[in-house]
C-alpha cells in the first residue's frame, strides 16, 4: 500500500521557520508532481506549494516568497522550507501528488504558529 509520512511540524512563533519533510515511495515521486496541501480547521484542503517532475513550481498567493518546495527523486523526499510563519499559516500539512490522483493521504503534520 502507498504510503506517504509527513514529518517536521510543530509550534513556532510568528516570523519563524519550519522545513517539513514527506517520505514518498519511489515510484510514485517518479511519476508524479508532487505538491504540499494545507487544511486549517473549518476550512477545506488547500494547495500551497507544487513542483512537476521538471522541477517547474507554483504557489498559493499567500505564501509566495516565504514557503519554497523542493523535491528529491533519489531520496525519495519532498521537503518544504517555510519562512516568515504566520499565525494563519496554522494548519495540518500534507503532502501529495499535483493534481491530485488515486494517492491516499498520509496522516499530515501539524503547524502551529502563535505566540
Known amino acids: 500500500q502507498v504510503q506517504l509520512v509527513e514529518s517536521g511540524g510543530g509550534l513556532v512563533q510568528p516570523g519563524g521557520s519550519l522545513r517539513l519533510s514527506c517520505q514518498v515511495p519511489?515510484?510514485?515521486?517518479?511519476?508524479?508532481?508532487m505538491g504540499w496541501y494545507r487544511q486549517a480547521p473549518g476550512k477545506q484542503r488547500e494547495l500551497v506549494a507544487g513542483?512537476?517532475?521538471?522541477?517547474?513550481?507554483r504557489y498559493e498567493d499567500s505564501v509566495k516568497g516565504r514557503f519554497t518546495i523542493s523535491r528529491d527523486n533519489v531520496k525519495n523526499t519532498v521537503t518544504l522550507q517555510m519562512n516568515s510563519l504566520k499565525p494563519e499559516d496554522t494548519a495540518v500539512y500534507y503532502c501529495?501528488?499535483?493534481?491530485?490522483?488515486?494517492?491516499?493521504w498520509g496522516q499530515g503534520t501539524q503547524v502551529t504558529v502563535s505566540s
Open positions: 513542483m512537476t517532475n521538471g522541477g517547474v513550481t
Open positions: 519511489g515510484i510514485i515521486i517518479r511519476l508524479y508532481g
Open positions: 501529495n501528488t499535483d493534481p491530485l490522483s488515486a494517492v491516499r
